[in-house]
């Protein structure tokens, strides 16, 4: 079972990310389970789901035995290869409340996890795009983390400031922390000059944070129409460019003339790693 989450500021895409990350999982035949553990329940737009009587809060749940029942995601495509357990708000602010009453509340999601193993090769948490209870849980449940980010200068401080995050829960709570997959810059719009300068920049920050930076994920408002829609880009509209941002090397890079790169590296630029066809790869070797 690996267990993947994404730390980002609110607003940068993060639900977005995971969501087609599980659908693109599903479709390589690596079963998925997606949790939220964002209470502004966004992944249940994003994903067109049902009402469910069974929510995330029941997994923190002290009387919690394991019985997740989870709600297939996007079954006509899938065929049962994804699911997810959501959110209810109310519910899971007050998780968050008894959590933070806990001395070692923040490490309950990996007990539990640990305790009442999913069958699922890969496990996607979507938490909160702050810091917080549930994303704290997130992190320290997590084998990987993402560092989902938008090319602006206060996402570059902001992820180079999650190392020292990670190193606090080290020294804190004496465990193993997971491992900085890599960045993914979402909202990436070519023509705008401070998003060029961002990915030039990021391969000297993603070698401080001894990491990788994984090809950028397109601006495009068929995302967000998607979104509203509860479907995947890959159902609504698929096909649209950004689909080929999850799966293929450098995709955003590969048609632009030199000119349009503005003198940036092609080569470096075109052979950044796909993030969805990246993890797929891990998930199998690591299941292998």
Same mark, same amino acid.
Not at 152 to 177: C, H, S, W
Not at 282 to 288: H, I, S
């Given at each position: 079972?690996?267990?993947?989450?994404?730390?980002?500021?609110?607003?940068?895409?993060?639900?977005?990310?995971?969501?087609?990350?599980?659908?693109?999982?599903?479709?390589?035949?690596?079963?998925?389970?997606?949790?939220?553990?964002?209470?502004?329940?966004?992944?249940?737009?994003?994903?067109?789901?049902?009402?469910?009587?069974?929510?995330?809060?029941?997994?923190?749940?002290?009387?919690?035995?394991?019985?997740?029942?989870?709600?297939?995601?996007?079954?006509?495509?899938?065929?049962?290869?994804?699911?997810?357990?959501?959110?209810?708000?109310?519910?899971?602010?007050?998780?968050?409340?008894?959590?933070?009453?806990?001395?070692?509340?923040?490490?309950?999601?990996?007990?539990?996890?640990?305790?009442?193993?999913?069958?699922?090769?890969?496990?996607?948490?979507?938490?909160?795009?702050?810091?917080? *209870?549930?994303? +704290? #849980?997130?992190? /320290?449940? %997590?084998?990987? !983390?993402? &560092?989902?980010?938008?090319?602006?200068?206060?996402?570059?401080?902001?992820?180079?400031?999650?190392?020292?995050?990670?190193?606090?829960?080290?020294?804190?709570?004496?465990?193993?922390?997971?491992?900085?997959?890599?960045?993914?810059?979402?909202?990436?719009?070519?023509?705008?000059?401070?998003?060029?300068?961002?990915?030039?920049?990021?391969?000297?920050?993603?070698?401080?944070?001894?990491?990788?930076?994984?090809?950028? *994920?397109?601006? +495009? #408002?068929?995302? /967000?129409? %998607?979104?509203? !829609?509860? &479907?995947?880009?890959?159902?609504?509209?698929?096909?649209?460019?950004?689909?080929?941002?999850?799966?293929?090397?450098?995709?955003?890079?590969?048609?632009?003339?030199?000119?349009?790169?503005?003198?940036?590296?092609?080569?470096?630029?075109?052979?950044?790693?796909?993030?969805?066809?990246?993890?797929?790869?891990?998930?199998?070797?690591?299941?292998?």
């Amino acid at each position: 079972m690996t267990i993947i989450t994404a730390f980002c500021s609110s607003g940068t895409g993060k639900t977005t990310l995971l969501s087609h990350l599980a659908y693109y999982c599903a479709l390589q035949d690596i079963e998925t389970v997606l949790i939220e553990l964002d209470n502004r329940n966004s992944l249940g737009t994003c994903c067109g789901l049902p009402e469910s009587d069974f929510s995330t809060s029941n997994i923190f749940n002290p009387k919690f035995s394991g019985n997740y029942k989870l709600l297939p995601l996007w079954e006509e495509n899938l065929k049962g290869k994804a699911r997810v357990c959501q959110a209810k708000r109310e519910e899971l602010l007050a998780t968050e409340q008894f959590l933070s009453s806990q001395p070692l509340g923040i490490l309950r999601l990996k007990q539990v996890l640990q305790k009442y193993p999913l069958p699922q090769p890969l496990i996607l948490l979507d938490s909160p795009g702050q810091e917080g *209870i549930m994303s +704290s #849980s997130a992190i /320290l449940a %997590s084998d990987y !983390v993402i &560092l989902s980010i938008e090319p602006t200068p206060k996402a570059m401080n902001d992820a180079i400031r999650f190392v020292e995050i990670l190193l606090n829960y080290e020294e804190q709570y004496g465990i193993e922390v997971p491992q900085i997959l890599g960045i993914v810059v979402g909202l990436y719009n070519h023509d705008i000059s401070m998003a060029r300068s961002i990915i030039e920049q990021l391969p000297e920050i993603a070698d401080k944070i001894n990491t990788q930076l994984f090809s950028p *994920i397109r601006y +495009s #408002s068929e995302f /967000l129409n %998607s979104y509203e !829609v509860g &479907l995947p880009l890959n159902v609504f509209r698929p096909g649209h460019e950004g689909v080929k941002d999850f799966y293929i090397d450098g995709n955003i890079f590969k048609s632009m003339s030199q000119k349009r790169l503005r003198g940036l590296n092609r080569n470096h630029l075109e052979n950044l790693p796909a993030i969805a066809s990246y993890i797929v790869n891990l998930v199998k070797q690591e299941n292998a």
